[in-house]
């Protein structure tokens, strides 16, 4: 299954607000005469892992590509040493994206939902400047500068509507025993999920209770 984005894979739907201004600061940068580049992933749990480095350290990073990361983020002991919080680089096998401005934050919890070590998050520094293409069959992903970019494919295209670094459509969901329900779904290649929304909760179907205020359950239908 080949799946092509230039932001996500995943919904969530959410009603986020940003903390602070997100724009597309960074700049991605193709070997010369080269605008598509492939390179292999690892698939965990649905998410999607390649091996990065930093500001030319040697050091490998598994980072995980997060359609709903706006700010790109490391952890505490991938900035061991220190790093640039603003004008770093990061290099994905052949591109670099630069001009990055970067968070520090334990990445432990994220870590222990995919179930393997995440030593950094990115998301919007990269999809802003990039097409992303994702071959689930080969665990290979393909980085396409927009300009070059064709879509010869049998999907549909979905407007995106983009707001502080997260990317939204909209789409219809149907769960057991409730009329369906139009929203905003945010695109989330960071979430192991496949569709979450409150009208879940509502479900007359079979439902797993996770926590005091989540449950997992199945939906009739979904469309975007």
Not at 29 to 53: D, Y
Request: charged letters at 20%.
């Amino acid at each position: 299954m080949s799946l092509r984005i230039a932001m996500a894979a995943l919904l969530v739907a959410t009603t986020l607000s940003a903390s602070d201004d997100v724009r597309c600061r960074s700049h991605v940068v193709f070997p010369a005469s080269k605008l598509v580049v492939t390179m292999p992933f690892e698939h965990t749990r649905n998410g999607i892992f390649v091996i990065a480095h930093m500001n030319g350290n040697p050091d490998p990073l598994w980072f995980v590509i997060d359609s709903g990361a706006p700010r790109t983020i490391i952890s505490p002991w991938a900035a061991r040493g220190g790093v640039p919080l603003k004008n770093s680089i990061i290099t994905i096998g052949e591109v670099a994206i630069d001009r990055i401005e970067l968070r520090i934050a334990d990445l432990g919890t994220i870590s222990r939902m995919w179930g393997r070590k995440v030593d950094g998050v990115i998301g919007y520094d990269l999809l802003c400047r990039a097409v992303l293409s994702v071959d689930y069959d080969t665990s290979r992903i393909t980085l396409t500068h927009p300009a070059v970019f064709q879509y010869a494919g049998s999907g549909t295209s979905l407007k995106l509507n983009i707001r502080h670094g997260w990317s939204f459509v909209e789409g219809t969901i149907k769960v057991t025993g409730r009329p369906a329900v139009i929203d905003t779904f945010m695109l989330d290649t960071g979430s192991p999920d496949a569709v979450n929304h409150p009208i879940i909760l509502d479900s007359k179907g079979p439902l797993r209770k996770i926590s005091a205020a989540n449950v997992i359950g199945p939906t009739e239908w979904f469309q975007i």
